[in-house]
Each structure stands twice: as structure tokens, then as C-alpha cells.
């Protein structure tokens, strides 16, 4: 589908990534999923993500997709607008689960180019045709996930050309290195065909990424009110709100990129008695105690901001 067909843009703020909670023996804790979610909209998530790298997708099975995908969605009940994660190196593959994806409600895929383990990568032609693939079989749009993990090179004059060629390619979640001067060229050569040049990487650059042209932020769940206190004021047009409000924040969000990564969500959400268990599922280790505590001393600084929430 070419991309003159494309309607205004949408999806906008705060969407933080869902992580996937498990029970002491690492099944699926489904009530304890439901309060997540739960909490993360009361936060004042604009929008969610699930089944994403920070979810732990990569230790789920495809059955075990289904469930949470199904069971999320149903349980938001549109409260909020839901991004599915939907990444497989296989097109065929990808395009199936997108496609349950959009039956079961999703608003939006998030998908990186196609990889497997540390070198299975495949040429410029094929993510082309891959992306072109998915586009043409959804009506939903798809967000490019351009993160080091894929390791596969994706430039700004690339991701402008499946934008202006595919109507659903139309957000793009930059995480690279110098995310802000890929997001400034993505934006100056891409125009009106980016609907969303988005911030990741668990805010880390976030400030950096507004003032490149960012319109959306995809973060970390455990705290995306703090979030919002910086994306707001910088839409309304208050930069030094913002300002303030990230460097505020900072601690945390360096202590979750750096520190604690994508267990850091679940460390802060069963500390606020929001879930029983914040294990990741094994082989993965458990946060170290002394991780747990500098994370933990991090918050209660923001106090009461963060940790208000245990009962």
C-alpha cells in the first residue's frame, strides 16, 4: 500500500514497555500482570507496550504470547492505546502474529529488523521487502525498533524511504548511538511522512531526543508519571520545566539503564506492593541485593513520588 493513503498522526507521550510478571516458580502471574497493567495506566501512561525486549519476549513461548497478549488487551479494554511487540526474523512468522495482534486490539506493532543471535542478518533489500510485507498485510501501523540489539544498519535516508514508500511504516523508536542526530536527519528528510520519531532507551537521552523533534518516549514501566513531568511541560512548550524535571529524574532513569535494566520495573513495583514477585525468569539472574538497595535509596529520594504506592 503506497503511502499517499497515510491519515493524520495518533499516537503521542508516554508508552511505557509492560514487564512480563512471573510467579516464584517462573509460571505466568496473570492477576499480578492485571495490577501492573493497572497501575502503570493510573500512572498516567499515555499508552502501553507489551511483549517487548524489556517484557523478557525472548524467554516467553508462543503460546505464552498469546495469553499475555489476549489477556492485556483485554483486561485495558482501551483504556489506552496498546503497542504489541511482534518481532521474528521469519516475514511469515511476523506477519501472523501482527496480524492476531490487530484482531485482538492492538493499536500498533513495534517490530526490529529481522536477526537472529550476534550475526544472522540479512541485506538492505530484504527489510525492505520485510517491512513492505508487513505493511501491506496490516491497517494498523508498524514501528521500527532501530536498536543495537538487531545490529543491523538501518539510516535515516533508509527509514525515510519505507516511510514514503509503505503507508504503515510511520513510527520509528530510535536507540541507537546519537539517537538525537538520527532522529534530527529522520525528521528534516522525512517530513510529514514521520508521523513518530520516538525516544527509547529507557530515557536515558530523552532530553536530547525532545529537543531533536521526539514525540513520544518508550520507557521503563516503573515510574512513568516521572516521565511525564518531563514530556508534558517540553510539549507545552515549557523547556525549562522539562529541564528541571529531568534532571530531577535522572538518578533513576540512569539507575534503570545503566544499573538495574529491565528488572528494574518489577524491583520498584513489588516495593510499592503492586506485585508479590519481581523474579526474571530463569536462566536470567535475580537483581543483586546491593543493586536492589541502590535503586531503592534512588527512589525514596523522590520521595513521595516514587514508592507511594504500597498499601
Not at 29 to 46: H, T, Y
Request: with cysteine; charged share 20%; aromatic share 8%.
Amino acid at each position: 500500500m503506497n503511502a499517499s493513503s497515510r491519515p493524520s498522526p495518533r499516537f503521542r507521550g508516554v508508552f511505557p514497555v509492560v514487564p512480563t510478571i512471573f510467579d516464584e516458580r517462573g509460571g505466568l502471574d496473570l492477576a499480578g500482570q492485571k495490577r501492573c497493567v493497572d497501575f502503570m495506566i493510573d500512572a498516567g501512561s499515555n499508552g502501553l507496550c507489551i511483549l517487548a525486549n524489556f517484557s523478557e519476549q525472548f524467554v516467553l513461548g508462543d503460546d505464552e504470547r498469546e495469553t499475555l497478549s489476549r489477556t492485556i488487551l483485554e483486561h485495558v479494554a482501551g483504556r489506552v492505546p496498546v503497542i504489541v511487540t511482534t518481532t521474528h526474523f521469519s516475514t511469515d512468522i511476523c506477519l501472523a502474529r501482527s496480524q492476531r495482534a490487530q484482531a485482538q486490539g492492538a493499536a500498533m506493532v513495534m517490530v526490529m529488523p529481522p536477526y537472529h543471535g550476534a550475526t544472522l542478518r540479512v541485506n538492505e533489500a530484504q527489510v525492505h521487502e520485510f517491512y513492505g510485507r508487513l505493511s501491506d498485510g496490516l491497517a494498523i501501523p508498524i514501528m521500527i525498533q532501530d536498536a543495537p540489539m538487531a545490529g543491523t544498519p538501518l539510516s535515516p535516508a533508509f527509514l525515510v524511504r519505507l516511510a514514503k514508500t509503505f503507508a504503515n511504516i510511520r513510527y520509528f523508536k530510535i536507540e541507537t548511538a546519537g539517537a538525537a542526530v538520527k532522529l534530527r536527519e529522520l525528521i528534516a528528510l522525512g517530513g510529514d511522512a514521520i508521523d513518530g520519531p520516538w525516544d527509547g532507551e529507557e530515557a536515558i537521552t530523552l532530553l536530547a531526543d525532545l529537543d531533536a523533534g521526539a514525540t513520544g518516549a518508550m520507557t521503563g514501566g516503573g515510574f512513568p508519571d516521572g516521565i511525564r513531568t518531563i514530556v508534558d511541560p517540553y510539549a507545552a512548550g515549557d523547556r525549562e520545566a522539562a529541564v528541571a524535571a529531568y534532571a530531577r529524574w535522572l538518578p533513576l532513569i540512569n539507575f534503570e539503564n545503566r544499573q538495574g535494566g529491565f528488572l528494574t520495573a518489577k524491583a520498584l513495583m513489588k516495593e510499592g506492593g503492586i506485585i508479590t514477585c519481581d523474579d526474571p525468569r530463569h536462566p536470567y539472574p535475580a537483581m543483586h541485593p546491593a543493586t536492589r538497595a541502590g535503586l531503592l535509596d534512588a527512589a525514596r529520594r523522590l520521595d513521595p513520588l516514587v514508592l507511594r504506592w504500597t498499601s
